[in-house]
């Protein structure tokens, strides 16, 4: 690994360099184990810690398949998903790696008694597969996390349709919170030359996420006026949302949980924020039984204040259980409530009256598909939007990074450095970095 290191932190990017490099044995990588998912049983959810279950350990470089890339990870970053592994809810991610390996020789590389965790990398290709002809060995990338086989034609018109659609790094072995990862060629993307490695590894899940679910005709669709209700708005994934209504030309509606969100939404440019503890809501009774209607009013007339009378065209929905019948209630009539992950429970409740007598819409959205990861990507490289990293670890210290994350003791998206010594390496074009710089930070240390 070191000799790896050496070579892409000299700047060659030469293919002859990176195919002269013999491919160790086996590298570092963050991992759960089979044998221990029961470890956390009887436990609160929030008492679960993945400081417990996340192991930094040597595992054997996986043989490549044809239309496959062997990337050396210069750094990866943190999603809910990692910390879903971490503690095993709400199925531990063995039974995806058990069915995945039953569908052919090459997935059942991916069955074994330990995971690789990790759904986002930036760094340098090492080897590529059978097959394989866009990219080549030296070539600075990132990954989407879209695991597709596309053998059926359910997927051809839109890949997250594809019935052997998978994420990587969660429902796949071998993922980027590693020195080594395995992808397949159709989830590598250009890494943007003004961002550092960190920077330029925690956009990939959550800004194409954020853009199917809210840009894209698959999602929200989102027009240039629609006013846009962001729950978490300074969240690793709200705060790309808040970003793409901005850049879009819509209005964004930020709700936060503390004066600090708050200022980080102000500094992206939003001004119309609700910050929600502040102002005391809460949508469900103490023992979370039964929701309160009454507190889904005061937040649209709160709402309608700030957008002088106007309900919102969009909801962007995320935390799932604790605020959808809010979201359903809030938006107008004819609008659109668009959700994913449900970070907060998923089992939805809400009052149906609101949505069937008002001609409001329910969207499902998930991850994206390549068009759309590529098109996200291309915002990032093009400085329309930033990445809003703000702390990053060593991979010694994945699990503090994942106890960040699952206890909300973050802001934006927490980065973690693979094979990278050190954070601010692998920016080659300064002067683009010099235009954007501010912007860049802005989540910095937050």
């Known amino acids: 690994m070191d000799q790896i290191r050496e070579a892409i932190l000299s700047g060659d990017r030469t293919v002859e360099t990176y195919a002269g490099i013999e491919v160790p044995e086996s590298y570092r990588a963050a991992t759960v184990h089979k044998d221990e998912v029961e470890m956390f049983a009887g436990l609160p959810t929030r008492e679960k810690d993945p400081r417990r279950s996340l192991h930094v350990e040597q595992v054997p470089v996986p043989e490549l398949a044809p239309g496959e890339a062997l990337v050396a990870v210069m750094a990866s970053a943190i999603n809910y998903n990692t910390v879903w592994t971490s503690i095993f809810e709400p199925v531990p991610t063995f039974g995806f790696l058990e069915r995945y390996g039953r569908t052919s020789e090459y997935a059942k590389r991916h069955d074994l008694p330990y995971h690789v965790v990790g759904s986002d990398l930036a760094g340098v290709i090492l080897r590529v597969g059978p097959g394989v002809t866009k990219w080549t060995p030296g070539t600075e990338v990132v990954a989407h996390c879209l695991s597709v086989e596309l053998e059926d034609a359910a997927g051809h018109d839109d890949t997250m349709m594809d019935p052997q659609q998978r994420i990587w790094g969660f429902e796949t072995n071998f993922g980027g919170l590693a020195e080594i990862a395995v992808v397949k060629a159709n989830q590598l993307m250009p890494k943007p030359a003004h961002l550092t490695w960190e920077e330029a590894a925690s956009p990939g899940l959550v800004n194409s996420t954020a853009y199917r679910q809210l840009i ?58 609700i910050d929600r503890s502040a102002e005391g809501y809460a949508f469900w009774n103490e023992d979370g039984t039964a929701q309160n209607p009454k507190e889904w009013q005061r937040l649209g007339k709160r709402i309608r204040e700030l957008t002088g009378g106007h309900d919102v065209d969009i909801v962007f929905e995320h935390p799932g259980r604790e605020t959808f019948g809010a979201s359903v209630y809030v938006a107008r009539k004819g609008g659109t409530i668009v959700t994913c992950a449900s970070t907060s429970g998923y089992m939805h409740e809400y009052d149906n009256r609101y949505l069937w007598m008002n001609l409001k819409r329910i969207v499902s959205s998930h991850f994206a598909n390549y068009r759309e990861a590529w098109e996200a990507n291309e915002l990032i490289d093009r400085g329309l939007i930033h990445p809003t990293l703000s702390k990053t670890y060593p991979l010694e210290e994945v699990g503090q990074a994942a106890l960040d994350v699952h206890r909300n003791a973050h802001q934006g998206k927490v980065g973690v450095l693979t094979l990278a010594p050190e954070a601010g390496l692998g920016v080659t074009d300064t002067a683009k970095r010099a235009r954007f710089v501010g912007a860049i930070n802005r989540f910095r240390d937050a």
Request: aromatic share 4%; hydrophobic share 45%; glycine share 16%.
């Open 216 to 273: 894209s005709r698959n999602g929200a669709h989102m027009k240039l006026g629609d006013r846009v209700l962001i729950w978490g708005a300074s969240g690793g994934l709200g705060s790309y949302a808040t970003q793409m209504a901005l850049a879009g030309g819509a209005t964004p509606i930020c709700v936060v949980s503390s004066p600090e969100k708050a200022a980080i939404c102000r500094a992206m440019g939003a001004e119309l924020i």
